[in-house]
Protein backbone atom coordinates (compact mmCIF):
# COMPACT_ATOMS: atom_id res chain seq x y z
CA UNK A 1 0.00 0.00 0.00
CA UNK A 2 1.15 3.24 -1.01
CA UNK A 3 1.80 5.80 1.81
CA UNK A 4 0.15 9.21 2.24
CA UNK A 5 2.53 12.01 1.32
CA UNK A 6 1.06 13.69 4.74
CA UNK A 7 2.59 11.14 6.86
CA UNK A 8 6.04 12.21 5.60
CA UNK A 9 5.60 15.72 6.42
CA UNK A 10 4.12 14.67 9.58
CA UNK A 11 7.57 12.73 9.97
CA UNK A 12 9.05 15.76 9.35
CA UNK A 13 6.88 17.88 11.62
CA UNK A 14 7.38 15.79 14.82
CA UNK A 15 11.25 15.06 13.91
CA UNK A 16 11.74 18.95 13.58
CA UNK A 17 9.98 19.53 17.01
CA UNK A 18 12.55 17.46 18.76
CA UNK A 19 15.23 19.27 16.70
CA UNK A 20 13.71 22.42 17.96
CA UNK A 21 13.28 21.20 21.21
CA UNK A 22 17.08 20.35 21.73
CA UNK A 23 18.97 23.23 20.13
CA UNK A 24 16.46 25.97 21.70
CA UNK A 25 17.37 24.06 25.43
CA UNK A 26 21.42 24.82 24.16
CA UNK A 27 20.67 28.41 23.58
CA UNK A 28 22.46 30.50 26.79
CA UNK A 29 19.57 32.14 28.55
CA UNK A 30 21.43 35.41 28.03
CA UNK A 31 20.73 35.55 24.26
CA UNK A 32 16.35 34.70 24.93
CA UNK A 33 15.41 38.06 23.66
CA UNK A 34 17.32 37.65 20.23
CA UNK A 35 16.24 34.02 20.37
CA UNK A 36 12.86 35.31 20.33
CA UNK A 37 13.51 38.19 17.30
CA UNK A 38 15.05 35.46 15.05
CA UNK A 39 12.35 33.00 15.58
CA UNK A 40 9.84 35.99 14.54
CA UNK A 41 11.82 36.68 11.91
CA UNK A 42 11.67 32.79 10.11
CA UNK A 43 8.73 32.23 10.69
CA UNK A 44 7.46 34.65 8.56
CA UNK A 45 8.80 32.00 6.27
CA UNK A 46 4.95 32.44 5.70
CA UNK A 47 5.67 34.83 3.27
CA UNK A 48 6.33 31.74 0.35
CA UNK A 49 2.31 31.05 0.65
CA UNK A 50 1.94 34.81 0.84
CA UNK A 51 3.81 35.25 -2.92
CA UNK A 52 1.82 31.80 -4.27
CA UNK A 53 -1.61 33.37 -2.90
CA UNK A 54 -0.60 37.04 -4.34
CA UNK A 55 0.44 35.30 -8.05
CA UNK A 56 -2.71 33.30 -7.97
CA UNK A 57 -4.67 35.55 -10.32
CA UNK A 58 -3.60 33.99 -13.62
CA UNK A 59 -2.46 35.99 -16.65
CA UNK A 60 -3.51 39.44 -16.86
CA UNK A 61 -5.48 39.24 -13.65
CA UNK A 62 -3.45 41.36 -10.83
CA UNK A 63 -5.56 41.87 -8.54
CA UNK A 64 -8.73 39.21 -7.71
CA UNK A 65 -10.43 38.53 -4.40
CA UNK A 66 -7.67 36.17 -3.28
CA UNK A 67 -4.37 37.53 -4.62
CA UNK A 68 -5.29 40.50 -2.40
CA UNK A 69 -5.27 38.72 0.67
CA UNK A 70 -1.30 37.57 -0.53
CA UNK A 71 -0.83 41.02 -1.38
CA UNK A 72 -1.45 42.30 2.37
CA UNK A 73 0.19 38.83 3.68
CA UNK A 74 3.28 39.75 1.64
CA UNK A 75 3.70 43.39 3.21
CA UNK A 76 2.93 41.85 6.84
CA UNK A 77 5.63 39.15 6.29
CA UNK A 78 8.34 41.55 4.97
CA UNK A 79 7.59 43.54 7.72
CA UNK A 80 8.72 40.86 9.97
CA UNK A 81 11.36 39.39 7.88
CA UNK A 82 13.12 42.78 7.43
CA UNK A 83 12.45 44.04 10.71
CA UNK A 84 13.15 40.75 12.97
CA UNK A 85 16.84 39.67 11.28
CA UNK A 86 17.97 43.70 11.05
CA UNK A 87 16.80 44.11 14.73
CA UNK A 88 18.13 40.38 15.88
CA UNK A 89 21.68 41.89 14.42
CA UNK A 90 21.23 45.00 16.12
CA UNK A 91 21.06 43.07 19.55
CA UNK A 92 24.17 40.33 18.70
CA UNK A 93 26.59 43.77 17.73
CA UNK A 94 26.13 44.70 21.19
CA UNK A 95 27.09 41.53 22.76
CA UNK A 96 30.95 42.06 23.48
CA UNK A 97 33.29 40.46 25.81
CA UNK A 98 35.53 42.19 28.26
CA UNK A 99 38.34 44.08 27.16
CA UNK A 100 41.65 42.11 27.56
CA UNK A 101 43.36 45.82 28.04
CA UNK A 102 43.76 45.43 31.95
CA UNK B 1 11.94 25.16 -11.88
CA UNK B 2 10.96 21.08 -10.78
CA UNK B 3 9.00 20.02 -7.84
CA UNK B 4 11.89 17.84 -6.44
CA UNK B 5 14.62 20.44 -6.98
CA UNK B 6 12.36 23.39 -5.16
CA UNK B 7 11.39 20.52 -2.61
CA UNK B 8 15.00 20.26 -1.92
CA UNK B 9 15.57 23.94 -2.00
CA UNK B 10 12.81 24.32 0.66
CA UNK B 11 14.67 21.21 2.89
CA UNK B 12 18.08 23.48 2.58
CA UNK B 13 16.73 26.99 3.82
CA UNK B 14 15.22 24.84 6.66
CA UNK B 15 18.35 23.20 7.81
CA UNK B 16 19.76 26.60 7.60
CA UNK B 17 16.99 28.28 9.85
CA UNK B 18 17.80 25.24 12.17
CA UNK B 19 21.53 26.36 12.44
CA UNK B 20 20.49 30.10 12.71
CA UNK B 21 18.94 29.22 15.96
CA UNK B 22 21.83 26.61 16.70
CA UNK B 23 24.58 29.43 16.29
CA UNK B 24 22.33 31.29 19.61
CA UNK B 25 23.91 29.09 21.88
CA UNK B 26 26.94 31.26 22.15
CA UNK B 27 27.58 35.02 21.62
CA UNK B 28 30.39 34.28 19.28
CA UNK B 29 28.39 31.98 16.94
CA UNK B 30 25.28 33.99 17.00
CA UNK B 31 25.99 36.64 14.05
CA UNK B 32 26.98 33.79 11.89
CA UNK B 33 23.71 32.17 12.74
CA UNK B 34 21.37 35.07 12.07
CA UNK B 35 23.66 35.55 8.59
CA UNK B 36 22.38 31.26 8.25
CA UNK B 37 18.83 32.66 8.62
CA UNK B 38 18.96 35.65 6.37
CA UNK B 39 20.63 33.01 3.43
CA UNK B 40 17.79 30.28 4.73
CA UNK B 41 14.75 33.03 4.01
CA UNK B 42 16.53 34.71 0.70
CA UNK B 43 16.38 30.84 -0.28
CA UNK B 44 12.85 30.45 0.31
CA UNK B 45 11.97 33.24 -1.51
CA UNK B 46 14.28 32.75 -4.49
CA UNK B 47 12.40 29.30 -5.01
CA UNK B 48 9.31 30.02 -4.79
CA UNK B 49 9.10 32.78 -7.03
CA UNK B 50 10.89 30.29 -9.67
CA UNK B 51 8.58 27.42 -9.07
CA UNK B 52 5.49 29.69 -9.47
CA UNK B 53 7.32 30.72 -12.84
CA UNK B 54 5.04 33.73 -13.10
CA UNK B 55 7.13 36.55 -14.08
CA UNK B 56 4.32 39.00 -15.39
CA UNK B 57 2.99 42.14 -14.25
CA UNK B 58 1.81 40.51 -11.01
CA UNK B 59 5.21 39.55 -10.02
CA UNK B 60 6.23 43.22 -10.44
CA UNK B 61 3.51 44.85 -7.60
CA UNK B 62 5.36 41.65 -5.11
CA UNK B 63 8.26 43.16 -5.29
CA UNK B 64 6.70 46.32 -4.64
CA UNK B 65 5.01 45.34 -1.74
CA UNK B 66 7.64 43.36 -0.87
CA UNK B 67 9.50 46.59 -0.95
CA UNK B 68 7.15 48.26 1.02
CA UNK B 69 7.11 46.07 4.06
CA UNK B 70 10.61 45.55 3.82
CA UNK B 71 11.63 49.19 3.91
CA UNK B 72 9.29 49.41 7.08
CA UNK B 73 10.31 46.78 8.81
CA UNK B 74 13.59 48.17 8.14
CA UNK B 75 13.08 51.00 9.81
CA UNK B 76 11.69 50.29 12.76
CA UNK B 77 14.62 47.55 13.07
CA UNK B 78 16.57 51.07 13.12
CA UNK B 79 14.61 53.03 15.53
CA UNK B 80 13.24 50.91 18.06
CA UNK B 81 14.77 51.73 21.89
CA UNK B 82 16.13 48.29 23.44
CA UNK B 83 13.68 49.24 26.28
CA UNK B 84 10.85 48.91 23.74
CA UNK B 85 11.58 45.24 22.51
CA UNK B 86 9.16 43.54 24.53
CA UNK B 87 6.50 45.72 22.23
CA UNK B 88 8.19 45.00 19.41
CA UNK B 89 8.53 41.51 19.50
CA UNK B 90 4.74 41.26 20.88
CA UNK B 91 4.28 43.61 17.63
CA UNK B 92 5.59 41.70 15.24
CA UNK B 93 3.94 38.65 16.51
CA UNK B 94 0.63 39.44 15.60
CA UNK B 95 2.15 40.42 12.19
CA UNK B 96 2.83 36.51 11.46
CA UNK B 97 -0.37 35.43 12.86
CA UNK B 98 -2.54 37.84 10.74
CA UNK B 99 -0.33 36.95 7.39
CA UNK B 100 -1.41 33.44 8.71
CA UNK B 101 -4.85 34.22 8.22
CA UNK B 102 -4.39 36.12 5.01
CA UNK B 103 -2.72 32.80 3.57
CA UNK B 104 -5.54 30.89 4.70
CA UNK B 105 -8.24 33.03 3.60
CA UNK B 106 -6.64 33.18 0.05
CA UNK B 107 -6.10 29.55 -0.03
CA UNK B 108 -10.08 29.41 0.84
CA UNK B 109 -10.88 31.70 -1.84
CA UNK B 110 -8.91 30.28 -5.02
CA UNK B 111 -7.34 26.50 -3.56
CA UNK B 112 -6.45 25.95 -7.31
CA UNK B 113 -3.36 28.02 -7.35
CA UNK B 114 -2.33 25.92 -4.49
CA UNK B 115 -3.35 22.49 -6.30
CA UNK B 116 -5.77 22.37 -3.15
CA UNK B 117 -8.44 21.40 -5.11
CA UNK B 118 -11.71 23.67 -6.65
CA UNK B 119 -13.90 26.37 -4.29
CA UNK B 120 -16.51 24.14 -2.95
CA UNK B 121 -15.10 20.95 -3.08
CA UNK B 122 -11.59 21.43 -1.38
CA UNK B 123 -9.46 18.01 -0.30
CA UNK B 124 -10.40 17.36 3.44
CA UNK B 125 -6.70 17.09 5.09
CA UNK B 126 -6.23 20.71 3.50
CA UNK B 127 -9.71 22.00 4.90
CA UNK B 128 -8.82 21.28 8.22
CA UNK B 129 -5.08 21.99 7.97
CA UNK B 130 -6.34 25.59 6.40
CA UNK B 131 -8.83 25.81 9.56
CA UNK B 132 -6.18 24.89 11.93
CA UNK B 133 -4.07 28.04 10.44
CA UNK B 134 -6.18 29.94 10.02
CA UNK B 135 -7.87 29.61 13.89
CA UNK B 136 -4.23 29.50 15.49
CA UNK B 137 -3.29 32.51 13.57
CA UNK B 138 -5.85 34.41 14.39
CA UNK B 139 -5.70 33.75 18.41
CA UNK B 140 -2.21 34.75 18.15
CA UNK B 141 -3.15 37.76 15.93
CA UNK B 142 -5.75 39.40 18.53
CA UNK B 143 -3.58 38.05 21.15
CA UNK B 144 -0.48 40.04 20.80
CA UNK B 145 -2.20 43.19 19.76
CA UNK B 146 -3.60 43.00 23.51
CA UNK B 147 -0.16 42.17 24.74
CA UNK B 148 1.35 44.73 22.52
CA UNK B 149 -1.10 47.54 24.14
CA UNK B 150 -0.78 46.30 27.72
CA UNK B 151 3.02 46.28 27.38
CA UNK B 152 3.38 49.86 25.73
CA UNK B 153 0.88 51.26 28.79
CA UNK B 154 -1.77 51.94 26.30
CA UNK B 155 -4.28 49.40 28.10
CA UNK B 156 -4.28 49.02 31.86
CA UNK B 157 -1.63 46.02 32.72
CA UNK B 158 -3.84 44.85 35.70
CA UNK B 159 -5.66 42.03 35.02
CA UNK B 160 -9.10 42.28 33.66
CA UNK B 161 -11.20 39.46 35.58
CA UNK B 162 -15.19 38.60 35.12
CA UNK B 163 -17.19 35.73 36.27
CA UNK B 164 -17.40 32.87 33.98
CA UNK B 165 -14.89 33.90 31.85
CA UNK B 166 -13.13 30.35 31.65
CA UNK B 167 -16.09 28.35 30.84
CA UNK B 168 -16.79 31.26 27.96
CA UNK B 169 -13.34 30.55 26.81
CA UNK B 170 -13.85 26.77 26.85
CA UNK B 171 -17.15 26.88 25.43
CA UNK B 172 -15.60 28.90 22.44
CA UNK B 173 -13.03 26.59 22.22
CA UNK B 174 -15.32 23.92 22.30
CA UNK B 175 -17.30 25.64 19.30
CA UNK B 176 -14.58 26.20 17.39
CA UNK B 177 -13.71 22.50 16.78
CA UNK B 178 -17.34 22.32 15.94
CA UNK B 179 -17.35 24.90 12.95
CA UNK B 180 -14.42 23.03 12.10
CA UNK B 181 -15.99 19.76 11.83
CA UNK B 182 -19.34 21.12 10.00
CA UNK B 183 -16.72 23.43 7.59
CA UNK B 184 -15.52 20.08 6.22
CA UNK B 185 -19.15 18.64 5.63
CA UNK B 186 -20.32 21.86 3.99
CA UNK B 187 -17.57 23.81 2.76
CA UNK B 188 -19.66 26.53 3.51
CA UNK B 189 -17.65 30.09 3.43
CA UNK B 190 -19.76 31.52 6.00
CA UNK B 191 -18.67 29.12 8.12
CA UNK B 192 -14.90 30.03 7.31
CA UNK B 193 -15.74 33.52 8.21
CA UNK B 194 -17.51 32.47 11.81
CA UNK B 195 -14.74 30.64 12.36
CA UNK B 196 -11.97 33.07 12.27
CA UNK B 197 -13.86 35.87 13.87
CA UNK B 198 -14.39 33.56 16.83
CA UNK B 199 -10.85 32.95 16.88
CA UNK B 200 -9.75 36.60 16.87
CA UNK B 201 -12.65 37.23 19.96
CA UNK B 202 -10.48 33.86 21.44
CA UNK B 203 -7.35 35.49 21.56
CA UNK B 204 -8.81 38.82 23.03
CA UNK B 205 -10.27 36.76 25.82
CA UNK B 206 -6.89 34.88 26.42
CA UNK B 207 -4.87 37.51 27.43
CA UNK B 208 -7.18 40.02 28.49
CA UNK B 209 -6.66 38.29 32.04
CA UNK B 210 -3.00 38.29 32.48
CA UNK B 211 -1.38 40.45 34.11
CA UNK B 212 1.63 42.79 33.57
CA UNK B 213 4.46 41.03 35.13
CA UNK B 214 3.16 37.92 33.47
CA UNK B 215 4.21 38.80 30.28
CA UNK B 216 7.42 37.01 29.81
CA UNK B 217 4.85 34.02 29.52
CA UNK B 218 2.58 35.78 27.20
CA UNK B 219 4.90 36.78 24.93
CA UNK B 220 6.26 33.35 24.69
CA UNK B 221 3.26 31.50 24.35
CA UNK B 222 2.38 33.60 21.59
CA UNK B 223 6.17 32.53 20.24
CA UNK B 224 5.13 29.27 20.13
CA UNK B 225 1.14 30.09 19.00
CA UNK B 226 3.01 31.65 15.65
CA UNK B 227 5.29 28.97 15.13
CA UNK B 228 2.20 26.54 15.18
CA UNK B 229 0.13 29.00 12.99
CA UNK B 230 3.09 28.63 10.32
CA UNK B 231 3.16 24.97 10.51
CA UNK B 232 -0.56 24.96 9.59
CA UNK B 233 0.04 26.95 7.09
CA UNK B 234 2.54 24.66 5.90
CA UNK B 235 0.87 21.97 5.93
CA UNK B 236 -1.84 23.35 3.53
CA UNK B 237 1.29 24.37 1.23
CA UNK B 238 2.74 21.10 1.50
CA UNK B 239 6.27 23.17 2.07
CA UNK B 240 8.89 21.81 3.98
CA UNK B 241 10.50 24.79 5.04
CA UNK B 242 7.18 26.37 6.37
CA UNK B 243 6.91 22.97 8.34
CA UNK B 244 10.39 22.72 9.88
CA UNK B 245 10.37 26.49 10.60
CA UNK B 246 7.01 26.07 12.13
CA UNK B 247 7.77 23.23 14.68
CA UNK B 248 11.45 25.14 15.68
CA UNK B 249 9.27 27.98 16.42
CA UNK B 250 6.60 26.06 17.93
CA UNK B 251 9.00 24.44 20.64
CA UNK B 252 11.45 27.59 20.72
CA UNK B 253 8.14 29.84 22.65
CA UNK B 254 7.02 26.69 24.31
CA UNK B 255 10.54 25.66 26.06
CA UNK B 256 10.78 29.62 26.97
CA UNK B 257 7.51 29.68 28.47
CA UNK B 258 8.10 26.70 30.47
CA UNK B 259 11.59 28.28 31.86
CA UNK B 260 9.68 31.64 32.66
CA UNK B 261 6.93 29.46 34.52
CA UNK B 262 9.02 27.35 36.40
CA UNK B 263 11.13 31.11 37.38
CA UNK B 264 8.08 32.08 39.43
CA UNK B 265 7.41 28.63 40.79
CA UNK B 266 4.04 28.60 38.58
CA UNK B 267 2.18 26.61 36.63
CA UNK B 268 1.36 26.99 32.83
CA UNK B 269 -2.15 27.18 33.41
CA UNK B 270 -2.20 29.11 36.76
CA UNK B 271 -0.45 31.79 34.23
CA UNK B 272 -3.31 31.56 31.51
CA UNK B 273 -6.25 31.62 33.53
CA UNK B 274 -4.93 34.48 35.41
CA UNK B 275 -5.76 36.87 37.89
CA UNK B 276 -2.42 36.54 40.09
CA UNK B 277 -2.15 38.92 42.67
CA UNK B 278 -5.46 41.05 42.09
CA UNK B 279 -6.92 39.51 45.51
CA UNK B 280 -3.37 39.43 47.27
CA UNK B 281 -3.20 43.40 46.78
CA UNK B 282 -6.16 44.33 48.89
CA UNK B 283 -5.49 42.09 51.74
CA UNK B 284 -2.03 43.17 52.15
CA UNK B 285 -2.44 46.70 52.50
CA UNK B 286 -5.20 45.94 55.17
CA UNK B 287 -3.50 44.31 58.14
CA UNK B 288 0.33 45.73 57.15
CA UNK B 289 2.08 47.22 60.42
CA UNK B 290 4.22 49.76 59.94
CA UNK B 291 8.29 48.57 60.72
CA UNK B 292 10.85 50.75 60.84
CA UNK B 293 13.29 51.28 57.28
CA UNK B 294 16.99 52.26 57.31
CA UNK B 295 16.49 55.18 54.02
CA UNK B 296 19.88 56.71 52.82
CA UNK B 297 20.97 58.96 50.54
CA UNK B 298 23.39 58.76 47.51
CA UNK B 299 26.20 59.92 49.61
CA UNK B 300 25.87 56.61 52.33
CA UNK B 301 25.40 54.58 49.37
CA UNK B 302 29.08 55.71 47.63
CA UNK B 303 30.00 55.33 51.08
CA UNK B 304 29.14 51.71 51.86
CA UNK B 305 30.44 51.26 48.23
CA UNK B 306 33.72 52.59 48.13
CA UNK B 307 34.61 50.76 51.28
CA UNK B 308 33.25 47.47 49.58
CA UNK B 309 36.08 44.87 47.66
CA UNK B 310 33.01 43.12 45.51
CA UNK B 311 29.54 44.30 44.33
CA UNK B 312 26.79 42.03 43.46
CA UNK B 313 24.12 44.47 40.94
CA UNK B 314 20.39 42.81 40.86
CA UNK B 315 18.91 44.75 37.84
CA UNK B 316 14.59 44.50 37.50
CA UNK B 317 11.82 45.80 35.38
CA UNK B 318 12.31 49.49 37.13
CA UNK B 319 15.81 49.75 35.68
CA UNK B 320 14.03 49.35 31.88
CA UNK B 321 11.14 52.08 33.24
CA UNK B 322 13.61 54.57 34.22
CA UNK B 323 16.56 54.23 31.20
CA UNK B 324 18.96 53.66 33.87
CA UNK B 325 20.93 51.34 32.78
CA UNK B 326 23.93 53.44 31.24
CA UNK B 327 24.31 55.41 34.24
CA UNK B 328 24.29 52.11 35.84
CA UNK B 329 27.24 51.11 33.48
CA UNK B 330 28.96 54.24 34.71
CA UNK B 331 28.74 53.86 38.09
CA UNK B 332 30.18 50.23 37.33
CA UNK B 333 32.80 51.83 35.75
CA UNK B 334 33.94 53.99 38.51
CA UNK B 335 33.34 51.47 41.22
CA UNK B 336 35.85 49.67 38.95
CA UNK B 337 38.61 52.21 39.11
CA UNK B 338 38.59 51.59 42.83
CA UNK B 339 39.46 47.71 42.15
CA UNK B 340 35.97 47.04 43.12
CA UNK B 341 34.81 43.48 41.61
CA UNK B 342 31.51 43.81 40.29
CA UNK B 343 28.80 41.42 38.59
CA UNK B 344 25.33 41.54 37.42
CA UNK B 345 22.68 38.73 38.75
CA UNK B 346 19.95 38.06 36.75
CA UNK B 347 16.47 36.49 37.44
CA UNK B 348 14.73 34.29 34.83
CA UNK B 349 11.83 36.64 34.93
CA UNK B 350 13.63 40.26 35.35
CA UNK B 351 12.22 42.39 33.20
CA UNK B 352 8.68 41.93 30.31
CA UNK B 353 10.21 39.24 28.13
CA UNK B 354 13.16 36.21 28.68
CA UNK B 355 16.25 37.89 28.01
CA UNK B 356 15.45 41.58 28.64
CA UNK B 357 17.79 42.73 30.75
CA UNK B 358 20.70 40.76 29.16
CA UNK B 359 19.86 42.83 25.89
CA UNK B 360 19.58 45.90 28.20
CA UNK B 361 23.22 45.68 29.82
CA UNK B 362 24.60 44.68 26.53
CA UNK B 363 23.47 47.94 24.88
CA UNK B 364 25.05 50.05 28.01
CA UNK B 365 28.24 48.29 27.04
CA UNK B 366 28.50 45.75 29.55
CA UNK B 367 30.61 42.83 28.63
CA UNK B 368 28.46 39.57 28.93
CA UNK B 369 30.98 37.42 30.61
CA UNK B 370 30.25 39.66 34.22
CA UNK B 371 26.21 38.95 33.69
CA UNK B 372 25.23 36.01 35.05
CA UNK B 373 22.26 33.65 35.75
CA UNK B 374 20.65 33.09 39.08
CA UNK B 375 22.05 29.34 39.25
CA UNK B 376 25.81 30.85 38.67
CA UNK B 377 25.76 33.72 41.00
CA UNK B 378 23.15 33.02 43.84
CA UNK B 379 26.43 31.38 46.20
CA UNK B 380 28.25 34.80 45.54
CA UNK B 381 26.06 36.73 47.67
CA UNK B 382 26.89 35.25 51.03
CA UNK B 383 30.66 36.30 50.20
CA UNK B 384 29.86 39.70 48.88
CA UNK B 385 30.19 43.00 50.10
CA UNK B 386 27.18 45.07 48.71
CA UNK B 387 24.28 44.22 46.73
CA UNK B 388 22.85 46.58 44.86
CA UNK B 389 19.34 45.85 43.76
CA UNK B 390 18.23 48.66 41.14
CA UNK B 391 14.48 48.21 39.79
CA UNK B 392 13.86 44.85 41.07
CA UNK B 393 11.62 43.34 43.93
CA UNK B 394 9.80 39.89 44.25
CA UNK B 395 12.57 38.46 42.64
CA UNK B 396 14.67 39.19 45.76
CA UNK B 397 12.06 38.82 48.63
CA UNK B 398 13.01 36.38 50.98
CA UNK B 399 9.90 35.56 51.61
CA UNK B 400 9.77 33.46 49.07
CA UNK B 401 11.88 31.03 51.22
CA UNK B 402 10.43 31.31 54.47
CA UNK B 403 6.88 31.85 54.60
CA UNK B 404 4.72 29.06 52.83
CA UNK B 405 1.53 31.34 53.38
CA UNK B 406 2.69 33.32 51.30
CA UNK B 407 1.78 33.37 47.35
CA UNK B 408 5.47 33.38 45.95
CA UNK B 409 6.07 30.46 48.62
CA UNK B 410 8.53 28.22 46.24
CA UNK B 411 9.44 30.73 43.89
CA UNK B 412 13.74 30.51 42.95
CA UNK B 413 15.17 33.99 44.11
CA UNK B 414 18.23 35.52 44.46
CA UNK B 415 19.52 35.33 47.95
CA UNK B 416 20.75 39.03 48.32
CA UNK B 417 19.50 39.16 52.06
CA UNK B 418 22.88 37.25 52.49
CA UNK B 419 25.06 40.05 51.75
CA UNK B 420 26.51 42.10 54.25
CA UNK B 421 24.95 45.27 53.25
CA UNK B 422 21.88 46.07 50.70
CA UNK B 423 20.99 49.00 48.59
CA UNK B 424 17.59 48.92 47.52
CA UNK B 425 16.48 51.41 44.97
CA UNK B 426 12.60 52.00 44.92
CA UNK B 427 10.52 55.43 44.62
CA UNK B 428 8.34 54.23 47.52
CA UNK B 429 7.93 51.55 49.60
CA UNK B 430 4.45 49.95 47.55
CA UNK B 431 4.63 46.30 47.24
CA UNK B 432 5.59 44.94 44.01
CA UNK B 433 4.19 43.16 41.39
CA UNK B 434 2.90 40.17 43.34
CA UNK B 435 1.03 42.43 45.64
CA UNK B 436 3.40 41.47 48.88
CA UNK B 437 5.32 43.25 51.36
CA UNK B 438 9.00 42.58 50.81
CA UNK B 439 10.92 41.45 54.06
CA UNK B 440 14.10 42.52 52.40
CA UNK B 441 13.09 46.16 53.35
CA UNK B 442 13.09 45.67 56.76
CA UNK B 443 16.09 43.65 57.24
CA UNK B 444 18.96 45.57 59.80
CA UNK B 445 21.55 45.37 56.45
CA UNK B 446 19.02 46.83 53.87
CA UNK B 447 19.56 50.59 52.85
CA UNK B 448 16.85 51.95 51.23
CA UNK B 449 17.70 54.78 48.49
CA UNK B 450 14.07 56.16 47.75
CA UNK B 451 14.58 58.00 44.65
CA UNK B 452 14.69 57.30 40.44
CA UNK B 453 16.43 54.44 39.51
CA UNK B 454 18.45 57.13 37.19
CA UNK B 455 18.68 60.06 39.11
CA UNK B 456 20.46 57.66 42.03
CA UNK B 457 22.85 55.76 40.35
CA UNK B 458 24.10 59.21 38.60
CA UNK B 459 24.43 61.14 42.09
CA UNK B 460 25.70 57.70 43.95
CA UNK B 461 28.56 58.13 40.89
CA UNK B 462 29.21 61.38 41.72
CA UNK B 463 29.59 60.81 45.06
CA UNK B 464 31.98 58.15 44.70
Given at each position: ?????????????I?????????V?????????????V?????SV??????????????????????????????L????????????????????K???D? | ???????????V??V??????R????????????L???????I???????????F?S???????F?????????????????????????????????????????????????????????K?A??????I???????T?????????????I??G??????G?????A?L?????????????????N??????????L????I???????????????????????AA????????????????L???S??????????????S??N????????????????????R???????D?????M????????????G????Q?QH?????????K??????????????????G?????L??????????????????????A????????????N????????S??????????E?????L???RS??????????D????????????????????????L
Amino acid sequence: MEIDPFIFRLSIFILSIFVGYYVVWSVTPSLHTPLMSVTNAISSVIIVGAIIAALSGGDGVVFSSSSIYGFLAIILAAVNIFGGFLVTQRMLAMYKKKKKDK
Amino acid sequence: MSANLSAILYLVSGVLFILALRGLSSPETSRQGNLFGIIGMVIAVTVTFLSVGNFSSGFVYVLIFLAIGGSLGAFIAYRIPMTAMPELVAGFHSLVGLAAVFVAISAFINPSAFNLGIPGNIKLASLIEMAIGAAVGAITFSGSVIAFLKLQGIMSGAPITFKGQHLLNALLLVLIVILTIYLCSTQSSNLFWILIAISFLIGFLIIIPIGGADMPVVISMLNSYSGWAAAGIGFTLENTALIITGALVGSSGAILSYIMCKGMNRSFFNVILGGFGATDQTSGSQNKEQRPVKSGNADDAAFLMKNASSVIIVPGYGMAVAQAQHALREMVDTLKKNDIKVSYAIHPVAGRMPGHMNVLLAEANVPYDEVFELEEINNDFANADVAFVIGANDVTNPVAKTDPQSPIYGMPVLDVEKCKSVLFVKRSLSPGYAGIDNDLFYKENTLMLFADAKKMTEDITKNL
